[in-house]
């Protein structure tokens, strides 16, 4: 019986003492924090992931579907619709999107910023290590800039509201108020600098190098209205990056052509975009073709958004832009405004985004264009010292090329109209890229231009044909998932929401 | 001193046994029931610990030889069994009692009570309720037996699984089902296909704190203990064959689809679809003329919904051997299942074997048992049920295809590539069934085995090891011939078609030890104090691969011989596999204290660590206090018509660990901060930030009070209990808003209250009860719950959360429009705005109100009546959920006027809104906001319902039939599941939870015979 006694009790401490192995577990494959990034290249794969929460794919749906660049398809089940019919409020997608997506990025960035800092390069790797920073520092910036021009009522008035600056990783209870545009322009500006020093490399297109990060900042100083900026560094890239020949124009689209990419982001077979990701909403993310197509970029691809007839009306079928724009298989109907059932009849198919590597729709995104360039220059000759014709040789020089012959100069009699002519040049050099919303905020009350859906596609939609430039939606509200986090910042709601 | 006391002791025994056989006597007597006097015949006599034993004759006369001293004991089925010592005297008479209580015994904890001493709420599904139903997972048979028991079951996939949820839903993320002890195993509860039913000896549902406490952290939403059928001691070979043939069937809809004349004359109206002369589909493809009337009369009429479903038919068998020498006893048996689906290409094979042992030492201070049970089971199981995939989901096609399409018009997959009609969906799903496979192969082994030894006649000391091993081998193929290859594959993957293999395999294991002090004080006081420690581990291993491109020349599902070596990055052969471990580590007491069986006292005390919150809150404490009155043992009620009457009530709480309800392995490590590596940028290697943790992460805590009542009124011809209760669930583990720039926006945090409150009750009634066998008996029985749930502190300034609830309010409630009807002028849609008045037009966000309705049943149960008489009986369960409100998407698609041409309508349509003055339910097929507001109350549907859930007929042969057949017994029946439904609900299942297209459970009649030798 005591022997019985004893084995009981050994029994029941080994059970006590072995305890831990039931309760302290560590599940395999797991990376902590801490040992996350320990050398160079670990933070070079880290920039992999930094990258990876780059998109413009929102852009580009947010513009195509708010502004007059699309119509709805034959193949349409419904996608879309209340964006189409102008509905932005603060539990929309794109209000939470733009939010969301750009603090992420911002966070990531500064995660391996902060990383970096806890690493000495060792000789030899200064270079790399310092590239690294300088793309994570770009890419931050990015972030930022999209914050700035989607949530400042006016991006070139310091004083007004834009949103928090949050230059370190946040803990998760931090509820910050929002910041002055003037402080996060220092704060986009700060990284771009630190960026431009770090940079020493000019790499291939897909990655952030010196001429990247300087077409940002063109874009950024345009976005804020410093056009002297815009003007110098414009016109440097547009030195570097000449326009492209028709050829290589359609070949960009092809992703076959480099010659007038100053930077895209890459998009290939079974990465994290290799799908189609969220159709008809601004959420995108997946091909940049289906946004407008569920399975490819023809006529039988279940095409549920078409081009807007007024975009298709300024195309020249002589213009290179036309072929690569415009799907083959599209049905045109030229008495589309007579007809009863222009839906049916008239069948405008976008093809801008056709595919590559074997995978219909998916195609790198172009975020910055020496045409882009181009067009920064002429708004800035026309601001800086109302340079009109300058500004209409610069348009005929673009059109020179997409026609492939010369063509004649437009001509601008006053500022206004100047701004009108860019307008539609950016409407039809840069559709489909996310542009047209931005342009109509920056430019569209000095041009006398708003929201201009073609009648026959609005009409047989719900009548939402028109929207003026300097409607409040042309700034997205604070969005709900963060008031509901963040009391605070509900009291700091854009006007009109 | 040993010696001496054995020596002692065998002088002893030489003299019992010698005035033992000099006294031996014939003892003569009558039994008769206590209730009316009357003779018993048929009751047995046995002296006990011998064999020797009589019956007695139709007088209920009986005669034996006995010694002075010897002990006779009296039994009959239904009766008390009686002890009469036998004295001096050679005539003893007995009067012998009802026994109505089948619950003498309770499992409460980790230790067995007597009903009375037991301070807790708790149910006792016997064997007899169980066995020889055709369910083959004994979950589904256990939907309305226990008051509280909610059993949902959602398919009709043999063997699928059932939501089990006890007195209403105490987390939103976590898991809401109770743990599943099998015994002294517990086990996955979600996996019962492979178990045979039949080997169940009985089924404790465990309900309030005072019974779940000392399960901790695992008990939180109830604790259901299975034991499994046991030999006895003494006891010679006896033989079992119990084996039934099923026959199940689609249960009713009332859709009222149409035929295909309906439909093409309706589509010739709307000039659309074949009727119309300008469909793509396979009758009548595109002519561009209408039919005419006659044409339309001679088109084919095809049972698309008999064509996918079927009369399934299952056979079981279980043969069991049970027998027991002086000091091991055995069970063992072995079972086969072979059971069909009403779905074309579902079914469960399965074969069982179990084998329980159990022994002791000659002085019985050493006790063992050793319980294993092995399992193989093999199911094909169809997927993408409840999808809108119409070339994969054969419900779909069942439920929605047109009839003038027929079996007749498949050729093969490349036919149906162009045109892509989706006229043709039965076609495709036709031709899925013909080239998809999808089967599931598992091995489910349960082994557990206990030792006891009682260190004095007051101190035992236990262990208990235990075991669940599961394998689960899935493979699925998609044939390269197939059509969905063909059109998925296209140009770019001509030899498309996917084989993919998972292999999962799981391994927990079980260990508690205790000590156990039980001592009688003063003959009235009782204490019993338990001290353990458990300890749980458990592992995972998956593994598996998908490989896309096959050869139809060497293809064969499950074989690797046709894999084709991939030709470019777009079509990627993966591979996976993964490694999860999971463990707990507790330790507790009890104490239980018994006066006289009139007062008594528990309380239970539990540390708890989980392997989930190492990196914050590792243990926790639970607790439980519990106490009764045994008001009729006082003896102010000795005269009383109540001869059963308990007063119990106990506060306590309980946790709940699987927070994020995935089982064991479900979020392993969410206190803390990760990277991972993968893909990124440009499909490059990465390293990302994959997780951040929740460095005060802990377990949902839900605190119960129970009050109840037992009861047993004239010899318990009226018996039941009552119990009411409230639980409360905190720390509730929810999504909780963060502000975007943390680079998050919400985080899994315990915060917010849950509350259900309600009562339970089961009450039977003998409305006849026999006086002596074979007289009529008749007894009613009703089993209840009533539960309402209520939300409280949801995380954020509104106080709620669109599909949560609100504060307040119940969980789930329904968020969305009202629809009122169609506008008689034009045919439009009308709704309600937020402020009540009647448009066309709401705001699709802000007249959205609440409607106090959930899916949660406000009250579930059932009622019965058995009938017996001579040796036929007849059983009925008919249950109730009431209080459940479900969206008919079913419906909604088969008025959806817009598939006009597509696929198959609902007769309704043909009322639909045609001019000016028509007043009708259905809009107008042009009604211009028909899509514009598409989530509204419009196909929300009451799912309450009356079922006739079980119904059995039999007649056990009698035994004088049976003599010189060397049977034992012989019983045959018919049975019945889900005989009628009595519902507004117009779907095929009103019992089911699933959505829009999902499989229901079928109809079954079956028929079966059960000897024993």
Not at chain 1, 184 to 193: A, E, G, T, V
Not at chain 2, 751 to 778: C, M, P, Q, W
Not at chain 2, 860 to 884: A, R
């Amino acid at each position: 019986m005591k022997k019985f006694s004893k084995i009981i009790f050994v029994g029941l401490l080994t059970i006590v003492m072995g305890c831990n192995d039931a309760i302290d577990i560590r599940q395999p494959g797991r990376l902590d924090a801490i040992n996350a990034f320990q050398s160079v290249d670990d933070l070079q794969q880290g920039l992999l992931a930094v990258y990876n929460q780059w998109d413009v794919t929102p852009e580009i749906a947010l513009s195509s579907n708010f502004t007059d660049e699309l119509s709805v398809g034959f193949d349409s089940g419904g996608q879309g619709f209340a964006l189409y019919d102008f509905v932005i409020n603060a539990g929309s997608t794109a209000a939470s999107d733009f939010w969301v997506r750009n603090y992420r990025a911002n966070n990531r960035a500064t995660i391996l910023i902060e990383a970096a800092g806890n690493i000495t390069p060792e000789a030899g790797e200064e270079d790399l290590y310092n590239d690294i920073l300088a793309q994570a520092h770009a890419v931050r910036a990015y972030a930022n800039l999209e914050l700035m021009t989607y949530f400042s009522p006016d991006p070139s008035d310091d004083s007004t509201l834009a949103a928090p600056v949050v230059d370190f990783v946040a803990p998760l209870d931090y509820q910050p108020l929002r910041n002055t545009t003037g402080e996060l322009w220092d704060y986009i500006d700060s990284d771009l600098n630190t960026a431009l020093s770090l940079s020493n490399v000019q790499s291939d297109p897909t990655f952030i190098s010196t001429d990247g990060i300087n077409a940002m900042r063109a874009r950024a100083a345009l976005t804020r209205k410093d056009y002297p900026t815009a003007q110098t560094l414009a016109s440097q890239l547009l030195s570097a990056y000449p326009l492209a020949n028709r050829t290589q124009y359609e070949n960009m689209w092809l992703d076959a052509d480099n010659t007038e990419v100053i930077f895209k982001l890459e998009r290939t077979l079974n990465d994290a975009y290799d799908g189609q990701g969220t159709t008809g909403s601004v959420a995108a993310g997946g091909w940049a073709g289906a946004r407008f197509a569920f399975v490819d970029a023809t006529l039988s691809g279940s095409p549920y958004f078409e081009m807007d007839r007024g975009v298709f009306n300024l195309l020249d079928p002589a213009d290179i832009r036309f072929d690569v724009v415009v799907a083959p298989s599209s049905v045109i109907n030229p008495d589309y405004a007579t007809d009863p059932d222009p839906v049916n009849t008239d069948i405008l198919v976008i093809q801008k985004y056709p595919g590559s590597e074997g995978r219909p729709l998916m195609n790198d995104l172009k975020v910055f264009r020496s045409s882009e360039m181009l067009l920064i220059l002429a708004e800035a000759r026309v601001a800086i010292n109302n340079d009109l014709t300058g500004a209409a040789n610069l348009i005929k020089q673009l059109r020179d090329a997409r026609f492939g012959s010369a063509q004649a100069a437009p001509s601008f009699g006053s500022a206004q109209e100047a701004y009108a002519g860019i307008l539609e040049e950016r409407r039809i050099e840069l559709c489909y890229e996310g542009h047209r919303y931005k342009d109509l905020k920056r430019l569209g009350t000095a041009a006398n231009r708003g929201v201009d859906r073609d009648v026959t596609d609005c009409t047989t939609q719900s009548g939402a044909c028109t929207l003026s430039a300097s409607d409040f939606r042309f700034t997205l509200p604070i969005p709900i998932i963060e008031i509901n986090a963040n009391n605070g910042i509900g009291g700091q709601q854009n006007p009109g929401y | 001193m040993k010696l001496k006391l054995t020596w002692l002791m065998t002088l002893f025994m030489a003299f019992v046994m010698q005035l033992s056989f000099a006294q031996e006597k014939t003892i003569t007597g009558t039994v008769t029931t206590k209730d009316d006097g009357l003779p018993l015949p048929g009751a047995s006599v046995i002296v006990k610990g011998t064999t020797r034993g009589a019956q007695t004759d139709f007088d209920g006369n009986y005669s034996l030889k006995a010694s002075a001293g010897e002990t006779l004991v009296f039994s009959y089925v239904g009766m008390k069994n009686t002890e009469m010592l036998v004295g001096s005297g050679s005539t003893i008479n007995v009067a012998m009692e009802f026994d109505n209580q089948l619950e003498e015994v309770v499992v409460t904890g980790y230790k067995t009570q007597t009903k009375a001493t037991s301070n807790v709420a708790t149910v006792r599904v016997s064997a007899e309720t169980i066995e020889n139903r055709p369910n083959a997972s004994f979950v589904q048979t256990l939907a309305g037996q226990a008051p509280g028991l909610n059993i949902t079951t959602s398919s009709g996939q043999p063997g699928g699984n059932s939501l089990v949820q006890l007195r209403g839903v105490a987390s939103i993320n976590g898991n809401t089902e109770p743990l599943f002890i099998i015994d002294g195993a517990p086990v996955d509860e979600d996996n019962f296909r492979s178990l045979n039913p039949q080997d169940i000896a009985s089924i404790d549902v465990l309900k309030d704190a005072g019974a779940t406490a000392i399960y901790g952290n695992r008990g939180a939403n109830g604790v259901i203990v299975i034991k499994t059928r046991q030999g006895n001691f003494g006891e010679g070979l006896k033989v079992n064959y119990n084996g039934f043939v099923a026959y199940s069937t689609l249960q009713d809809n009332d859709y009222n689809r149409m035929s295909s004349q309906q439909l093409l004359a309706y589509e010739r109206d709307r000039g659309n679809g074949a009727g119309a002369g300008n469909s793509t589909g396979k009758f009548n493809p595109g002519n561009g003329t209408p039919l005419t009337d006659a044409q339309i009369a001679a088109a084919p009429n095809f049972d698309w919904t008999d064509f996918f479903f079927r009369t399934g038919v299952t056979q079981s068998h279980t043969l069991s051997l049970t027998s027991g020498s002086e000091n091991t006893s055995q069970f063992t048996s072995f079972g086969f299942q072979d059971t069909e689906g009403v779905l074309e290409d579902s079914d469960l094979k399965r074969f069982n074997l179990r084998t329980n042992v159990s022994g002791k030492s000659t002085n019985e201070k050493f006790r063992y048992g050793a319980n294993l049970s092995i399992n193989y089971s093999k199911s094909n199981e169809p997927n993408s049920i409840g999808s809108t995939a119409i070339n994969r989901n054969y419900v779909l096609g069942a439920f929605e295809s047109v009839p003038y399409i027929t079996d007749q018009d498949y050729v093969d997959g490349a036919d149906l590539l162009a045109p892509l009609s989706f006229t043709n969906t039965p076609l495709f799903l036709l031709d899925r069934l013909r080239t998809y496979t999808r089967f599931e192969e598992e091995v489910k082994a349960i082994g557990s085995a206990n030792f006891n030894y009682d260190i004095t006649d007051w101190l035992t000391a236990g262990v208990v090891l235990s075991a669940d091993y599961q394998s689960e081998f899935l493979t699925r193929a998609e044939g390269p011939t197939s059509f969905n290859a063909l059109l998925f594959g296209g140009a770019e993957n001509p030899t498309s078609g996917f084989q993919f293999q998972q292999s999962t395999r799981q391994f927990s294991y079980n260990q508690v030890t205790s000590l156990n002090f039980n001592k009688t004080f003063a003959d009235k006081h009782t204490v019993d104090v338990g001290l353990y420690t458990e300890y749980f581990k458990a592992h995972l291993r998956t593994f598996g691969y998908r490989q896309d491109g096959l050869d139809p020349k060497t293809f064969f599902p499950g074989d690797g011989s046709g894999f084709i070596a991939p030709a470019n990055g777009l079509f990627q052969d993966t591979a996976n596999a993964n490694i999860l471990n999971a463990g707990l580590f507790s330790y507790f007491a009890s104490l239980d204290y018994d006066y006289d069986t009139k007062y008594g006292f528990g309380a239970t005390v539990r540390r708890d660590a989980s392997y989930r919150f190492a990196g914050s809150n590792r243990w926790g404490t639970f607790w439980s206090v519990s106490g009764r009155w045994n008001i009729s043992n006082e003896a102010f009620m000795d005269d009383s018509a109540i001869d059963n009457l308990k007063l119990r009530a106990s506060y306590g709480t309980a946790g709940n660990q699987d927070i994020v309800g995935a089982g064991y392995f479900g979020g392993p490590d969410l206190t803390e901060d990760f990277f991972a590596t993968g893909s990124g940028y440009g499909n490059a290697n990465s390293i990302a930030l994959a997780q951040l943790g929740n460095r005060s992460l802990q377990w949902e805590t839900i605190t119960t009070l129970n009050i109840g009542l037992d009861f047993g009124v004239w010899n318990s011809r009226l018996r039941g209990s009552f119990d009411v209760y409230q639980r409360q669930t905190t720390e509730l583990f929810q999504s909780t808003p963060l502000s975007a720039t943390t680079g998050v926006t919400q985080q899994n945090a315990n915060t917010g209250e849950l509350f259900n409150r309600g009562f339970d009750f089961i009450v039977d009634y003998d409305v006849f009860r026999a006086k002596s066998a074979g007289d009529f008996n008749f007894t009613v029985g009703i089993v209840g719950n009533f539960n309402e749930t209520e939300l409280q502190d949801i995380p954020n300034p509104e106080g709620e959360i669109i599909g949560l609830g609100r504060n307040g309010g119940k969980l789930f409630e329904i968020f969305t429009l009202r629809y009122v009807g169609v506008n008689p002028a034009n045919g439009n849609l009308l709704y309600l705005t937020a402020n009540g008045d009647v448009t066309e037009n709401p705001d699709a966000d802000n007249d959205r109100v609440w409607l106090d309705k959930n899916i949660i049943p406000d009250w579930n149960g059932s009622f019965k009546l058995n009938f017996d008489y001579k040796n036929f009986f007849l059983q009925t369960q008919f249950n109730y959920v009431f209080g459940v409100d479900r969206f008919d998407n079913d419906y909604a698609s088969l008025i959806d006027q817009d598939d006009v041409g597509q696929f198959n309508l609902s007769a309704d349509v043909l009322r639909e809104w045609s001019q000016p003055g028509d007043v009708t339910d259905i809009p107008s097929p042009s009604a211009s906001n028909r899509n514009s507001f598409g989530n509204s109350d419009r196909f929300l549907r009451s799912a309450d319902f009356v079922r006739l859930r079980f119904a059995s007929f039999g007649y056990n042969v009698p035994a004088k039939y049976l003599e010189n057949t060397g049977l034992t017994n012989a019983r045959v029946y018919v049975n019945g599941e889900n005989l009628f439904t009595w519902t507004e609900w117009r779907g095929f299942d009103a019992s089911s939870r699933g959505g829009q297209r999902s499989y229901p459970t079928p109809r079954t009649i079956s028929v079966g015979f059960e000897l024993g030798f």
